[in-house]
């Protein structure tokens, strides 16, 4: 099995979509998150047809909903694949033997407990053989990481398709 490890903001939530879910419309439609830029979206989509990869969810929107709220969510915002799972969350839960713990900086601090998340995701799912993270947090600890440096770009910046094709389709 194939899968993508999924961040919302900064990768398919770009900075235009930033606080949309303040709007009118979006008030009287119940929205509690943001937006997903159209573009950022044909681009997972794509990915998901040439690669066949499922995605579990890493972005901290699993904090505030179910499993089964976020697959409407993302059926309902034409993402043609609804996440299979979410990566439990490990933010409380310290080990003072984690590396990330000599880190004051917070994008660091926050990296670390998205890697570990990640990590232990795929020890519990052993038939995974392909994955690629995607996220603009400094995962580099990860094998297979794909960094989207740019919040206005996210998974839309230049090579970034390529580069997580090449992972999953390797």
């Not at 979006?26 to 998901?48: E, Y």
């Not at 933010?91 to 601090?109: G, I, Q, S, T």
């Not at 960094?147 to 094709?165: A, H, P, V, W, Y």
């Amino acid at each position: 099995m194939k899968i993508i490890f999924l961040d919302h903001d900064g990768v398919i939530c770009l900075q235009k979509q930033w606080g949309s879910r303040f709007s009118k419309k979006a008030k009287k439609r119940g929205d509690i998150f943001d937006q997903f830029c159209p573009k950022a979206v044909k681009i997972l989509n794509s990915l998901l047809e040439k690669t066949e990869a499922e995605i579990v969810v890493t972005s901290t929107w699993r904090l505030h909903c179910s499993l089964e709220y976020m697959k409407e969510l993302y059926l309902e915002r034409g993402i043609i694949k609804a996440p299979i799972a979410f990566t439990e969350d490990l933010e409380n839960v310290w080990d003072d033997n984690d590396w990330f713990n000599e880190y004051k900086d917070f994008e660091r601090l926050s990296a670390g407990i998205r890697s570990k998340e990640i990590l232990v995701w795929l020890d519990k799912n052993k038939e995974v053989d392909r994955w690629v993270a995607i996220d603009d947090l400094p995962l580099e600890r990860l094998k297979y990481f794909v960094r989207t440096g740019s919040d206005t770009e996210g998974i839309k910046q230049s090579g970034k398709f390529d580069t997580i094709l090449n992972i999953l389709n390797d």
